[in-house]
């Protein structure tokens, strides 16, 4: 996990409200993947992103869910009008190689 | 549709104790990989398998990919309370996204 970063490492939203969650990945890294995981699942794909464009998003839920890799600074998870439903741990996987990803700490979204 | 079944679900035994679990599909993976979860972390990469019928050993870990390349298993032996955490596969199919496993959840005892 050393040098993919993950913040808030929690985050707690009222209903409705926006949950922006970010992740810097390893140095010399430029794939991001962003996955979720439900208690007593596995985790599941939701975007692959390459600087500046989203790769695969077949994963992501059509609305409320968009992510963005940018030139510069970290990679964004948003999610619009969270609902209890999103309530989950979210986590980023960086990579050079498309199938070694090293996985930051995740952050933990509670929905009240 | 699970694309890999992980079995068992829950694991609980003695340290000092051997055992496998076991991760199986119906669909040829180009790669598999193993990773640890402890709790409120995320997964952390144990192995790599991309040979059919290939052995990686890490310590008292041995990973085995099987010969058709549709299944693998990870024995642990002379279990270890620090073994404890969750265990998952994860496997890419072509350009698929790698697709996980929903886990082992392992148990040592003192």
């Known amino acids: 996990n050393a040098g993919v970063m993950q913040n808030p490492r929690h985050l707690v939203r009222r209903r409705g409200q926006e949950a922006r969650l970010r992740c810097s990945p390893m140095?010399?890294?430029?794939?991001v993947y962003w996955y979720r995981q439900l208690p007593e699942e596995g985790l599941k794909f939701m975007v692959y992103l390459q600087k500046e464009n989203i790769i695969d998003e077949s994963g992501m839920p059509k609305e409320r869910f968009s992510a963005e890799f940018p030139k510069e600074g970290p990679s964004i998870l948003r999610i619009q009008q969270v609902v209890r439903g999103d309530s989950a741990a979210y986590f980023c996987?960086?990579?050079?190689?498309?199938?070694?990803?090293?996985f930051g700490p995740g952050t933990r979204l509670t929905v009240l | 549709t699970q694309l890999l079944e992980q079995s068992p679900q829950f694991l609980s035994i003695q340290e000092g104790e051997n055992l496998t679990v076991y991760c199986n599909s119906s669909?040829?993976?180009?790669?598999l990989q193993w990773y640890r979860q402890e709790p409120g972390e995320g997964p952390v990469l144990l192995v790599t398998v991309v040979t059919g019928g290939e052995v990686k050993k890490l310590k008292r870990l041995t990973f085995q990919f099987g010969d058709a390349r549709k299944d693998s298993s990870l024995h642990i032996t002379a279990a270890q309370t620090g073994d404890t955490g969750l265990y998952l596969c994860?496997?890419?199919?072509?350009?698929?996204?790698?697709?996980f496993g929903k886990g082992t959840r392992l148990s040592v005892i003192a």
């Open positions: 996987a960086s990579t050079t190689i498309p199938d070694t990803q090293y």
């Open positions: 140095k010399g890294h430029s794939h």
């Open positions: 669909s040829v993976f180009s790669s």
């Open positions: 994860a496997g890419v199919v072509g350009n698929t996204p790698l697709v």
